[in-house]
């Protein structure tokens, strides 16, 4: 089992410009989440998906955008980059408490953006 | 408390030493407590996770303990080992059915040879 695996490992873009974060979830997973982890800060929640829906939300604007495919696979779209952007994009996967019992999240190693 | 708060920020102990800190959450509504180990440039490996007030939960030298009343978990790690080294991340979960981790800013432990 490769584990929850993300791509790219770093990416740096400009401001203004928009960005495509991928992440595979842990073979089984159907929950994908995304956190931001700005530079001494603990990871931030950005959103949720569950079954191709985007199920919860975290205080980030409109500009941060996602999409989940029928493979349980996700995307993190950020248009309109701002230096503040800047940060370590972790990905975590479960398996809905929907299907039963609370569930551990495990997470990827993270897309290093730099936004100059 | 409004937010997850964890301390001390850092730590240095001793190898062969044990220590211990503190994770501070919201008590109302609280759903379940996460510890991870994060290591740099790998991925945040998941300890424990507790939901019961009182729940204690080992894993080799660490062991980690919940209360949900006062809103705190403490984790433990005996016998220190340079493996040891890494940030150590606790998370809260409100409310079942509510699967956003609310994190905190970690304690950053270093063992010295």
């Known amino acids: 089992d490769a584990g929850v695996t993300q791509s790219p490992t770093h990416l ?32 931030q929640f950005i959103f949720q998906y569950y079954e191709e829906e985007e199920r919860q939300r975290g205080n980030f604007p409109d500009r941060f955008s996602g999409h989940q ?10 248009n309109a980059l701002l230096l503040g952007d800047s940060a370590l994009y972790l990905c975590a996967s479960s398996l809905s408490i929907r299907r039963g019992a609370y569930n551990e999240q495990f997470f990827g190693p993270g897309t290093r953006l730099t936004v100059l | 408390i409004l937010n997850v708060e964890q301390s001390p920020q850092s730590l240095h102990v001793q190898e062969g030493d044990s220590t211990n800190f ?15 180990r994060w290591e740099t440039a790998k991925s945040p490996e998941a300890l424990f996770v507790m939901t019961l007030n009182g729940d204690e939960k080992k894993k080799g030298r660490i062991s980690a303990t919940l209360n949900t009343k006062e809103g705190y978990s403490y984790l433990y790690i ?8 890494a940030t150590y991340l606790c998370a809260s979960v409100s409310d079942f059915g509510n699967e956003k981790l609310t994190f905190g800013t970690g304690t950053r432990l270093t063992i010295i040879p």
Not at chain 1, 20 to 43: E, F, I, N
Not at chain 1, 69 to 78: A, Q
Not at chain 2, 78 to 85: A, C, F, I, L, T
């Open chain 1, 12 to 43: 740096i873009k400009t401001r203004g410009q928009q960005v495509t974060l991928r992440c595979s979830p842990k073979s089984g997973h159907d929950t994908v989440s995304w956190y931001q982890q700005a530079l001494g800060q603990g990871p």
């Open chain 1, 69 to 78: 495919f029928p493979n349980y696979s996700s995307e993190l779209n950020v």
């Open chain 2, 22 to 36: 503190t994770c501070s959450f919201p008590s109302s509504n609280f759903y379940a407590l996460h510890w991870y």
């Open chain 2, 78 to 85: 005996k016998g220190s080992q340079p493996e040891d080294s």
